[in-house]
């Protein structure tokens, strides 16, 4: 049975920072292609960040991109989400996703087979 579980999450104030955990059991991440979505309040669920370290390579929202940092270690069988100089419009419940996918679109969502329950992210501004 795969889970991913994330954690990580809570209250900080704008201009500050937090780390997201998502740890995997029941699938290992190394070829996988993993990704951080997010949902805040009456809004539709958003692609944040990508990796599929088997080709090396990241993605990002331009809505993050030069704040936030996504990254993977194998051997933890985790994925994290370095969140700096976080802005109101931040806050959201985020969430990591897990698949096998090709596909070139590391944001269509329909691609990630599996999903964590969320860790809720605030931020005060």
């Known amino acids: 049975q795969v889970q991913l579980v994330e954690s990580g999450g809570g209250w900080v104030q704008a201009g500050g920072s937090l780390r997201l955990s998502c740890e995997a059991s029941g699938y290992t991440l190394s070829s996988a292609r993993m990704g951080w979505f997010r949902q805040a309040p009456g809004k539709e669920r958003e692609a944040v960040a990508g990796?599929?370290?088997?080709?090396?390579?990241?993605y990002y929202a331009d809505s993050v991109k030069g704040r936030f940092t996504i990254s993977q270690d194998n051997a933890k069988n985790t994925v994290f989400l370095q969140m700096d100089s976080l802005k109101p419009e931040d806050a959201a419940m985020y969430y990591c996703a897990a698949g096998s996918s090709s596909f070139s679109r590391w944001d269509v969502q329909s691609i990630y087979n599996y999903w964590g329950q969320g860790t809720q992210v605030t931020v005060s501004s």
């Open positions: 990796i599929y370290s088997r080709f090396g390579r990241t």
